[in-house]
């Protein structure tokens, strides 16, 4: 698809805060959270309404522009990146998925900014259903992003006079409600690795009634308002975040290491720089992100043109996003050890940047969204399975 005005202001927003972003870093890593300069330079960009319906106020982006916003703020510094994807997915379905009566609440704040949104969206949770509303209780973990945001999401496993409710493809209904922030009770529990700065905490909902505009169905989602971008789905939206994120920490770690290894050599000996070996892997390891690149652009854009004409896209185009952003995040993960490893004490030895991005990327290959099992899913599909 071809970019839009609209579409290069916004990345250019992205890459104007890179500067801020990379010096607030280290503080953020050791706040837990994004700090207080960089959320409110997010708010003032307008980008923390990238995946917003337009008629919320919203920028309702192309994908691919999303994704490039991703790739950039990643680039910048990993937790950023993080936890900007996980609010800018959880805005666009709590913006087209919640009910028709729901947004004026959601997106009606009082001093103009767009809301922000995060939590946890795997079921973990249940949903007692009473009249048109859902009592909503549930202790779950790593809501990215929930340091600064208004609206916290649970995901739940609805049912009724104590039994689980389930739909017409056999499997039990899951629902995602969106609950106050002053009404979440905030466990921390964020002592990790990497993804440090991105406010992952633990934390519980308690008997909250929910009414169900404020609730969308997690694997059924119906999109109330806005285009093509929500027909992505949940899986699809949250893919687009996933693969984004990948590509820039590993396009940065690249970027780290040729700065680090001009000029630079071990006991004494040749530049690393000058190494036929280093520049061999150097060159693979390029060409392998860039083509793992062109990849998620292919088939997030091949979805997106078959959205945008009003085609429905395949079970196995949707099957592909999930296997994409998974082999991109493998892709991605070697690139960012190969640049550690050949950046030796360099990297090591803290602050550093491609440090960072060495514990940054292996803390997002633990997430299950890109776990093995997509690929393994993928195969299926290939030899003719569901």
């Known amino acids: 698809m071809t970019a839009t005005a609209h579409d290069t202001d916004l990345l250019g927003a992205a890459r104007a805060l890179a500067p801020l972003i990379e010096?607030?870093?280290?503080?953020?890593?050791?706040?837990?959270?994004?700090?207080?300069?960089?959320?409110?330079?997010?708010?003032?960009?307008?980008?923390?309404?990238?995946?917003?319906p337009e008629v919320l106020g919203g920028s309702e982006a192309s994908m691919l522009t999303c994704i490039a916003v991703f790739e950039e703020l990643a680039r910048a510094d990993g937790s950023t990146g993080w936890s900007f994807m996980a609010n800018a997915t959880a805005a666009s379905f709590a913006g087209s998925f919640t009910g028709p009566n729901a947004a004026e609440t959601l997106f009606g704040t009082a001093d103009g900014r767009m809301p922000v949104f995060a939590g946890m969206f795997g079921p973990?949770?249940?949903?007692?259903?009473?009249?048109?509303?859902?009592?909503?209780?549930?202790?779950?973990?790593?809501?990215?992003?929930?340091?600064?945001?208004?609206?916290?999401?649970?995901?739940?496993?609805?049912?009724?006079?104590g039994e689980f409710v389930m739909t017409a493809n056999g499997l039990p209904e899951m629902r995602v409600a969106f609950v106050p922030r002053d009404h979440i009770e905030f466990l921390g529990n964020w002592d990790v690795l990497g993804l440090q700065g991105t406010g992952s905490y633990d934390y519980a909902i308690t008997d909250e009634r929910v009414d169900a505009e404020f609730t969308f169905p997690l694997l059924d989602a119906v999109a109330h308002r806005g285009g093509p971008l929500y027909g992505f789905s949940v899986l699809g939206i949250t893919s687009s975040g996933h693969s984004g994120w990948c590509l820039g920490v590993a396009k940065r770690s690249l970027e780290e290491l040729v700065r680090i290894v001009v000029g630079k050599s071990r006991m004494g000996g040749t530049p690393v720089s000058d190494q036929q070996l280093f520049q061999h892997d150097l060159g693979y390891h390029e060409a392998a992100l860039r083509s793992a690149r062109a990849l998620v652009l292919d088939d997030f854009g091949s979805f997106e043109a078959d959205l945008v004409a009003g085609d429905e896209p395949t079970p196995a185009a949707r099957h592909r996003l999930r296997q994409t952003t998974t082999y991109a995040t493998r892709v991605a993960t070697d690139v960012v050890r190969f640049a550690y490893t050949w950046a030796g004490s360099n990297a090591l030895r803290q602050p550093s940047v491609l440090g960072r991005c060495f514990r940054d990327m292996h803390a997002g290959t633990q997430h299950v969204f890109v776990d093995n099992n997509t690929l393994t899913d993928a195969g299926v599909m290939l030899l003719g399975g569901a």
Not at 29 to 44: F, I, K, N, Q, R
Not at 154 to 160: K, N, R
């Open 23 to 52: 010096t607030e870093a280290d503080a953020a890593e050791l706040a837990g959270t994004l700090t207080e300069p960089v959320v409110d330079a997010l708010h003032e960009s307008g980008l923390f309404g990238l995946m917003v």
């Open 124 to 161: 973990v949770g249940s949903a007692e259903l009473v009249d048109h509303a859902y009592v909503v209780n549930g202790r779950y973990s790593f809501a990215s992003g929930s340091g600064y945001a208004s609206w916290i999401s649970g995901g739940t496993l609805v049912v009724h006079d």
